[in-house]
């Protein structure tokens, strides 16, 4: 995986995830990957990577913007302000949970980053988007 920082978009596969949604005009592929990342099993770092991108849609679309400067953040914030669809309640439950399984035990993406000098950074950004999706 190509990863430059450990903001929500510093890393390809979020990038392309946020490409992708580009051309959707609904929450489905959203809840769709959340739905992945809360399945069972390991939550293999791909799709720990593109989960953490759709709970950064979700706040944004709450009114709870981002402060990434690597493009995807501005890519996302036109794709919400074409849409005004508000975030129910159980979806933004499904995005607080999704971010317990990223940083959980059984995630691949914790561990990569665990072994990595910037873990604490990492863990800090997650911790950030957690508190812009429940706010």
């Known amino acids: 995986m190509g990863t430059w920082s450990v903001d929500t978009y510093?890393?390809?596969?979020?990038?392309?995830w946020a490409q992708d949604l580009q051309e959707a005009g609904n929450l489905e592929p959203i809840e769709s990957t959340l739905d992945y990342a809360l399945g069972d099993?390991?939550?293999?770092?791909?799709?720990?990577?593109?989960?953490?991108?759709?709970?950064?849609?979700?706040?944004?679309?709450?009114?709870?913007?981002?402060?990434?400067?690597?493009?995807?953040?501005?890519?996302?914030?036109?794709?919400?302000?074409?849409?005004?669809?508000?975030?129910?309640p159980a979806l933004a439950g499904k995005a607080l949970r999704a971010i317990e399984r990223v940083l959980g035990e059984?995630?691949?993406?914790?561990?990569?980053?665990?072994?990595?000098?910037?873990?604490?950074?990492?863990?800090a950004a997650v911790l950030a988007l957690k508190a812009r999706v429940a706010a």
């Open 10 to 16: 510093g890393n390809d596969y979020a990038l392309d």
């Open 41 to 88: 099993g390991e939550l293999e770092a791909p799709f720990g990577a593109e989960a953490l991108a759709a709970i950064d849609v979700l706040a944004r679309l709450q009114g709870n913007g981002g402060d990434e400067d690597d493009g995807g953040g501005a890519d996302i914030d036109r794709w919400v302000a074409q849409r005004k669809q508000k975030v129910s």
């Open 106 to 123: 059984q995630s691949e993406l914790r561990q990569l980053w665990q072994e990595s000098e910037h873990y604490e950074e990492w863990r």
